[in-house]
């Protein structure tokens, strides 16, 4: 009988251990972004550069918003955009197809369609696909 319970008890540690590592090792989702929230901050984000802010100005927002886009970083002027179509889902991220019409450093006006992928959770980021 005690060999018996020992075998139970044994058996039953053994389950426990298992079943909490397997929580442990089991790998996370990451939140879904919210497609709504996600197309009124880049509307945002795009109205600040066509304003002529600096894209410093996104890190001070509360909370702050983390953008990466080398035509503002370069100091390329937008003088229009618009977001084309619906957006899309793409992995934890909101996908938007772009038309950018800037002036670059010359002078030149250039048109440019660009995906920005942007992220509502758990931080907020804009980012320009590339590709």
């Known amino acids: ?26 790998p996370s989702t990451a939140p879904m972004s919210d497609a709504t929230i996600a197309r009124e901050l880049l509307q945002s984000m795009l ?16 909370p702050p918003v983390y953008m990466a886009e080398d035509l503002w970083k370069n100091n390329s002027k937008l003088e229009d955009y618009a977001i084309e179509g619906e957006s899309e ?7 938007f197809q772009v038309k950018l019409k800037c002036n670059n450093r010359t002078g030149k006006v250039v048109e440019k369609s660009v995906r920005y992928l942007v992220t509502t959770k758990p931080a907020l980021t804009i980012v320009r696909e590339e590709g």
């Open 89 to 95: 889902v793409l992995g934890s991220n909101i996908r």
């Open 1 to 26: 009988m005690r060999n018996a319970t020992r075998s139970s008890r044994s058996f039953v540690l053994c389950f426990a251990a298992a079943l909490i590592f397997s929580f442990g090792c089991s």
């Open 47 to 62: 109205e600040q550069w066509k304003a002529g802010e600096g894209m410093s100005e996104l890190k001070k927002r509360d």
